[in-house]
């Protein structure tokens, strides 16, 4: 490997981007198979794209333009075509299901974990690399695949230790459409007034009614004065879409009684508002309570390309904000029916539905639950007083590990022997083991539990620990049941 | 999303990129997490290190060349600095070692998992991106480190099933060295000339000795004419190198003593000879006999980093090829120390080994063996009789599903029955649900042995079978139970 330059390379994360260690791996990896085994038990068979895509196949062709578009890490091969690293696991999902269409079984049930790029703007929390946790079934229309995927997010939270601090929220786009077209708002000529009436709907947490309204209306000024241009909508249009946003009842029946109010006419609305009747029905028969799936006509979703049911799940413990305010935890998952992704490939319709869970705001939830699992102890260090003895130190830790321990030697320069308790310290060792001239004549060990040791050191007095002491010393030959022992307390 | 363009886009993987379906990713993670409990009892930390590096990290910048390297997925990001996919696990982890260096502890032991990526030209076999599954310890200069390593990957095997099927065997680069300075080869001015050596030693496996001794003198035409100069050794040149690469004995000790007599009076040489006698003991005084690892000077390794200790593992059992001939199933991972990995970033020594295990190829390998655990049954399929009774077929699957069974109700369209069956067929499902309306009003379900089914269907005589049916019909009450009966036999 050669430098090539006389100065020498940085030493640093590209911006954006961030490395993992121990526990934050490992707790992760715990939370991901606890979410797989759920997607096993459904059905859900396991999918591993690679991380590099055509661009053509991810579609971030913006029309007119023949570079990529923003927001995702692009390059050209040797034989210059785009290449680029997947944004989101849902787009190779639609690639494969049009790619393999006549070998897989259809409906194609699949889950994918793994990393998804993005090309935007690094901030506090956001990063260019993620992990993404996502299950789909494709080639299914039927609004029992839409129920079964906020079943099986209930069952994931259930089984994270999440019960009774979650619900999932479930809407339909159609319904929206519906309210649309009772607003006179479906021509082709009015995508622009939809748009912004999208994401007025979606900003009802943190804007309210009022807020909401004067983006269907004129606009609205923010605090810092900043002006939004709103829908232009009359106060009779504006009033049918806050209506709809609003209405959410005490029961799943009495929602839906509203919402048909609300669509009137339209068919579009009310088909929407069957699949929702029906998916609380296949809920209900299942024991899916609405403490744990309920319909909110407030769930929009950001993106343009659901076509049916929605859905997003939230956390509704609260944690205080970087300012020490209270406030809920919120969004962690959402998805919904998408029946346009693999149509662009084929040109044939291909219902699809599914869900994707945001690893990294689940797992910093289940942390601040004391939930994350996987968290590990350091190894028992087996120190080196005698470096020309180190065979016999590398026997101990052998025979250690051959029980099963997780331990290790202590490979640094063994000179400094606080650097070896140091070092123990550091990786969180629950015992080390020492064996000197005189132990080693004696044919014995010393092992000082760490542990303890680091409690006694934090305590006012030595009175509660004195009949435990923090080192022992044994015989070499007990040196594992010893060990064992001092583990188990 | 829009299409931007009215041509369709291609489903396709790109060139050299593959995807992993069902049991492909199970095995896979199997393998993996069965090497992760190896590398953790060991005492080695995981760390995941984002997939994108600074091409000046990752050092692949040629001399007075402006773009990066061949062989890595590189581009500009928008301050105009390269960025690339990394190519292996270790240029991060020196990346790591160097950054993290006043936090981390010291040794620093760390494991690595994950898809590298490299841009060659992909051929049958070779993809442009695979797992790579590493255990490095950095910041300890003692052969204490490189014998753990040895004796790691020796466990990693016999957990794997592979006890008496592989071998591991070492060499020293420093003894190596040292030859080369026996030979005359060690000035600066030599370095082409110690290339050559390099690359001929390591391809003694396949040429043989006549072959290597060519190439360590004029050249060497292969099989097709084609000519590969040679490093115009001289006969007795060439025999010390040649005496290094048979230098194996039939035991450890033997093998030291006559590499002993080959380095001369090389210290460099010496200094390797006796790093090598270390490693021997203490292997031995952990009961790792030469049967699992042994001392093997014909072992070169390719990488030109190795400065001490390098590591091969080799499974010894036979497949066939290609062409149907039987040969060894060969390497499946390699490493060895590399003190200067770290250096490029700090300019300070930071001594450094560590193992890098071929995934795919060990998993090849256990799949040859039948040792590839992690293969799953498919799913209970509870088919659609009655379209609209969907929530009884689901409140089915739901109870399945509690009871820990893998299940699920069909989702496509229900209208062809045999469709239904084809999909269990396809989803490798052990049973199939059946509820008709007949069945409904006797309260029963249809219970299909698929698995029994297709026995019957490949054998020749229903006698053998005629005591057991394929089907049953039992009261709604009894599924799950009669389910789990039908999954235990």
């Known amino acids: 490997m050669s430098e090539g330059k006389i100065r020498r390379p940085r030493a640093e994360t590209p911006k954006g981007f961030r490395d993992y260690f121990g526990a934050e791996v490992t707790e992760r990896k715990a939370m991901l198979d606890a979410i797989a085994a759920v997607y096993h038990r459904y059905g859900f068979d396991p999918l591993e794209t690679s991380a590099v895509e055509t661009v053509e196949a991810l579609g971030k062709f913006l029309p007119d333009v023949d570079r990529p578009n923003e927001g995702v890490f692009a390059w050209q091969d040797e034989d210059k075509d785009w290449l680029a690293l997947r944004y989101d696991l849902t787009a190779p999902l ?8 006549n070998d897989l079984p259809s409906p194609y049930r699949r889950y994918a974990m793994g990393p998804v790029w993005r090309n935007e703007k690094p901030g506090p929390g956001r990063f260019r690399q993620f992990y993404q946790c ?7 229309g039927s609004v029992a695949a839409d129920a079964e995927i906020c079943a099986m997010l209930s069952d994931i939270f259930e089984s994270l230790g999440l019960a009774g601090v979650y619900v999932i929220k479930v809407n339909n786009r159609k319904v929206l459409n519906g309210v649309m077209e009772v607003a006179g708002l479906s021509g082709d000529d009015k995508e622009a007034e939809r748009g912004i009436v999208l994401r007025a709907i979606d900003k009802i947490d943190r804007l309210g009614e009022e807020g909401v309204r004067a983006l269907l209306g004129a606009g609205r000024k ?10 232009g909508l009359s106060d009779e249009q504006a009033e049918v879409v806050i209506g709809f946003t609003t209405a959410k009842r005490e029961t799943g029946a ?8 609300l669509v009137g006419n339209s068919a579009i609305g ?16 299942q024991g899916y309570g609405s403490d744990r799936i309920q319909l909110d006509p407030g769930v929009v979703r950001g993106l343009g ?3 049916g049911p929605v859905f997003e799940a939230e956390l509704t413990f609260q944690i205080t904000d970087e300012k020490g305010r209270p406030r809920n935890f919120g969004s962690v998952a959402g998805g919904g029916r998408y029946d346009g992704l693999v149509k662009r490939f084929t040109g044939q319709d291909v219902p699809a539905t599914g869900i994707s869970i945001g690893v990294d705001r689940l797992l910093a939830a289940l942390r601040a639950k004391g939930r994350a ?16 003895r180190m065979a016999d130190y590398m026997a101990m830790v052998g025979a250690l590990r051959q029980a099963g321990i997780r331990a290790e030697v202590y490979l640094g320069n063994p000179k400094n022997f606080g650097n070896q308790l140091k070092y123990a310290d550091k990786r969180g060792s629950p015992v080390a083991v ?6 080693k004549a004696a044919g014995t060990v010393i092992l000082k539990d760490l542990v303890l040791g680091a409690k006694i050191a934090e305590s006012a007095t030595l009175e509660e620990w004195k009949d435990r002491p923090a080192q022992v010393e044994v015989p070499e030959a007990d040196l594992v049941a010893a060990v064992q022992r001092m583990l188990a307390k």
Do not use: C, H, W
């Open 305 to 307: 390309y659901y076509t």
């Open 434 to 439: 020492i064996q000197g001239g005189n132990e």
């Open 134 to 140: 996502d299950a789909d079934t494709v080639g299914s």
């Open 254 to 261: 009495a929602t839906i009684a509203r919402l048909r109010e």
């Open 222 to 231: 923010d605090e810092s004065g900043d002006f939004t241009k709103g829908a």
């Open 94 to 101: 639609a690639r494969v299901a049009a790619q393999y269409r």
């Open 270 to 285: 009310a088909e929407g508002v069957t699949e929702l009747e029906s998916i609380a029905a296949l809920l209900q028969a």
């Open 373 to 388: 699992g996987g968290a590990t102890e350091g190894p028992v260090v087996v120190t080196v007083m005698d470096r020309d």
